[in-house]
């Protein structure tokens, strides 16, 4: 079993900056992948960005070039940092990891709202 616990969401304007933090505990030595999605009102879930244990990354094209996976290995925490915010950026963002025998484990969310 793998536990994840978001952190570092809020209200952020337009153009603003934030980061988010994913700390996960438990099995972490059997965790391949993690990342984050977002569910935004009315849409469905999607990728924003992950990275791999051999540090591939993936980015949504929506995200690329303003947002930033990292992870501290020390701290079993994935970040999520979010630059040049626009209000479509809007969601409840979700930290995922997933195994390497197929298990995949969610977090509760984290709202990020951004307007003016």
């Known amino acids: 079993q793998v536990q994840l616990v978001e952190s570092g969401g809020g209200l952020v304007q337009p153009g603003g900056s934030l980061r988010l933090s994913c700390a996960a505990s438990g099995s972490i030595s059997s965790i391949n992948t993690m990342g984050w999605y977002r569910r935004a009102p009315g849409k469905q879930r999607e990728l924003v960005a992950e990275?791999?244990?051999?540090?591939?990354?993936n980015y949504a094209d929506s995200v690329k070039g303003r947002f930033t996976i990292s992870t501290d290995n020390t701290k079993f925490t994935v970040y999520l940092q979010m630059n040049s915010l626009k209000p479509e950026d809007g969601a409840v963002y979700y930290c995922?990891?997933?195994?390497?025998?197929?298990?995949?484990?969610w977090g509760r969310g984290t709202q990020v709202t951004v307007s003016s």
């Open positions: 990275v791999s244990r051999r540090g591939n990354l």
């Open positions: 995922n990891a997933k195994t390497a025998s197929l298990n995949e484990y």
